[in-house]
């Protein structure tokens, strides 16, 4: 074995923590088990209200607790001394517990959504934090870890640098300020942490090569240094489409059949275009339904008001965050992904649909069109007749849908 056989490596548990998940959860997950699969330790380090002045019992107790989606409490005001302090603490640097993984608690529970990890390690309240002392110091909030990873992969863009590791900062896209009327962030803010990540000069990961030119553009300090990592996915039944009793359950519970609807996935949000979507779906008559499955998102209230317009016509069935298993349930049984995007870094949900064997439409936009390639039938993003259009192909074009399976 050579020197870089076998490494130590840390990834964040930001978005691992939250209890619907992200697509940069997935990211993260996938990642772990990569690593895991390449020989390599993980170290998963997570934000979460754990102090290691709890017995070590009590924080396995409360790790899992919280990755149940119990609220955390909220910072202290900084009319209080305790903001004050840990102010103070924050400048001095944090120093991570390890959370112990004994199996006194139940954790099958938490299968589908555990990482891979041989430690689990913790910081009090780390992301909040650190946002907060950025914003007040324009600093990173520095991390000591007990035998520190050689590579700390930060899966998001966070002001955190572990000591006397090799901090990597994954940037998945810069819709925020490419498209700044999309998103809720702070623009400034973002603005500020990416063009200081960029500064850094330290490797930044990114998920395509149209997301790496994009940063490039914006931040022209990170041009040799950024790198491209496509993001995978996993599925552990990926030949499973379901029994009879399982398809009967699909129409009890959603009003589908097996191969009678369409299916988007994504929080409601406005750089997913659903609104276009939905506009284009029900301006085109089919027998077929849109089934849509996202978390609601920001700016969304007019995306609400179409997509219930949709159901109580009866041709959109909407659901909120479901579980892994029933998602790939849904989409292995779909007619197809309509995926008309008018930004995405990357776009987990069609490389999804491509492992579930299913046809897929969607935009070129951002890393679309690099990811699909001639695999996938795009539309114009912006063109509400492109995705009617499209959406009429998917629906009616046997021979297209068979030819672009995976």
């Keep these: 074995m050579d020197q870089f056989s076998s490494l130590r490596i840390g990834i964040d548990g930001f978005n691992l923590s939250l209890p619907r998940g992200t697509g940069v959860a997935t990211y993260a997950r996938n990642l772990t088990y990569a690593l895991k699969f390449l020989s390599h330790d993980v170290d998963v380090l997570y934000g979460m209200d754990i102090t290691e002045k709890m017995a070590p019992t009590l924080r396995e107790v409360m790790f899992f607790d919280r990755l149940g ?15 004050w302090k840990n102010t103070i603490q924050d400048a001095a640097g944090r120093t991570a517990v390890e959370v112990p993984m004994t199996g006194h608690v139940d954790r099958r529970i938490f299968v589908e959504n555990l990482p891979q990890a041989d430690r689990i390690l913790n910081v009090w309240n780390l992301f909040h934090r650190a946002q907060a002392y950025y914003r007040l110091t324009g600093q990173f909030l520095r991390v000591n870890i007990p035998d520190p990873p050689a590579i700390m992969h930060w899966t998001y863009p966070f002001p955190i640098s572990v000591n006397k590791s090799l901090n990597i900062y994954t940037i998945h896209d810069l819709v925020p300020l490419r498209l700044p009327t999309t998103t809720a962030d702070n623009k400034k803010y973002y603005y500020n942490l990416i063009r200081d990540i960029c500064r850094k000069q330290g490797p930044i990961c990114t998920v395509s090569e149209a997301s790496r030119q994009e940063i490039n553009k914006f931040f022209p300090d990170s041009t040799e240094n950024t790198y491209v990592a496509y993001p995978s996915v996993s599925d552990p039944n990926k030949n499973y489409t379901g029994s009879e009793y399982e398809k009967n359950e699909l129409h009890n519970m959603f009003g589908i059949s097996a191969g009678e609807y369409f299916i988007f996935i994504g929080a409601l949000e406005p750089k997913k275009n659903i609104y276009r979507l939905v506009e284009s779906f029900l301006s085109y008559n089919t027998s077929r339904k849109l089934l849509i499955v996202g978390a609601a998102g920001w700016k969304n209230r007019p995306i609400v008001r179409i997509i219930k317009k949709g159901v109580d016509a009866g041709r959109v069935v909407y659901s ?15 007619r ?10 990357f776009g987990l949900p069609v490389l999804e649909a491509f492992q579930a064997g299913i046809p897929v439409m969607c935009s070129a936009e951002g890393g679309l069109k690099e990811v699909c390639g001639h695999a996938a039938l795009i539309v114009d993003a912006f063109d509400t007749e492109s995705i009617i259009r499209g959406i009429s192909r998917m629906d009616n074009d046997d021979s297209l849908c068979n030819s672009l399976r995976a």
């Design 69 to 83: 989606g119990n609220v955390q409490p909220r910072s202290s005001s900084p009319l209080r001394p305790k903001w």
């Design 320 to 334: 909120d965050y479901l579980p892994r298993p029933v998602l790939r349930f849904l989409l292995k049984n779909a």
């Design 336 to 345: 197809a992904l309509l995926f008309p995007s008018i930004a995405e870094g």
